[in-house]
């Protein structure tokens, strides 16, 4: 089985298209998007393009029959899950994958779309990554998402509401259980700390320990990240082993950027492309 693997396109219509013509060209069988799906932070920006324009690339996969499992990221606002809910809903080959495990051709796919708090303002999808967590230095206040547009909380209030939410690695531990290791992927949109995935510009490692941990654990086949756009430009890794499983974070550069990846044989036949 044949899968693709892109992330953090942020509403880049020219990247989705080159998504599209790329699946088709290399006969995948699974489309994965790792989050990060629409443009800016604009409620109305991101309505219409999941109405006008997300809705026509999800039609594309499904006419041809290619799976195409994705989940909305920390920067696609909460409010707007229904609706990318109901039209994921009216496709086939269409899923949310976020807490989910679905089964493809014997190898489970589960995802989670949830991150460790980071500077940015927007918090809708933000935990603390444990409970030694300490949180970064902030940007402003923080904002969630909300029907009205976004409503505000000051640090103070975000650093004291945080601290009630579950935790990163206490929401890793409600994911669906495995059946089998081998044959299980996890695509989940923070990248682990420890093995160069999470570097930012000037070499800050963002990564989750959580996360790390949680692999190191389960061993599955292969698990699936990105979050920090730069990291392999400034790392220069975009492919880890932890134990056995191997893990990936192809980055988003100035080109799409993605890789392919053959499910079959004893060894992963893992590539990074850009286009």
Not at 112 to 122: A, E, G, K, M, W
Request: hydrophobic share 35%; glycine share 6%.
């Amino acid at each position: 089985m044949r899968v693709l693997y892109t992330t953090d396109l942020h509403g880049n219509e020219r990247y989705y298209k080159y998504l599209e013509e790329v699946a088709f060209r290399e006969k995948v069988d699974v489309v994965i998007n790792g989050g990060d799906l629409y443009p800016g932070v604009s409620k109305e920006g991101q309505k219409n393009f999941l109405d006008e324009f997300f809705r026509q690339h999800l039609s594309f996969f499904d006419t041809k029959k290619i799976y195409y499992l994705t989940f909305p990221g920390n920067y696609d606002l909460k409010v707007l899950d229904p609706l990318f809910d109901s039209i994921c809903s009216g496709f086939e080959f269409a899923l949310n994958l976020n807490r989910r495990k679905i089964k493809i051709n014997e190898y489970d796919f589960i995802g989670i779309n949830l991150v460790s708090d980071y500077p940015f303002r927007l918090k809708d999808r933000c935990r603390m990554d444990n409970k030694e967590f300490e949180f970064p230095p902030q940007h402003g206040s923080a904002i969630f998402s909300s029907e009205e547009d976004f409503k505000e909380m000051s640090t103070e209030e975000w650093f004291k509401y945080a601290r009630k939410l579950p935790t990163l690695k206490e929401e890793l531990g409600k994911l669906p259980q495995i059946d089998d290791p081998k044959r299980t992927i996890y695509v989940i949109h923070m990248p682990p700390a420890n093995l160069g995935l999470d570097v930012c510009y000037g070499n800050r490692k963002a990564g989750s320990v959580a996360i790390y941990e949680f692999i190191k654990e389960k061993q599955p086949l292969l698990t699936l990240h990105g979050h920090i756009h730069e990291s392999p430009q400034v790392s220069g890794v975009w492919k880890a082993k932890l134990g056995r499983t191997t893990c990936i974070q192809p980055g988003q550069e100035d080109k799409l950027t993605y890789v392919t990846i053959n499910l079959e044989g004893s060894d992963l036949d893992v590539s990074r492309e850009k286009v």
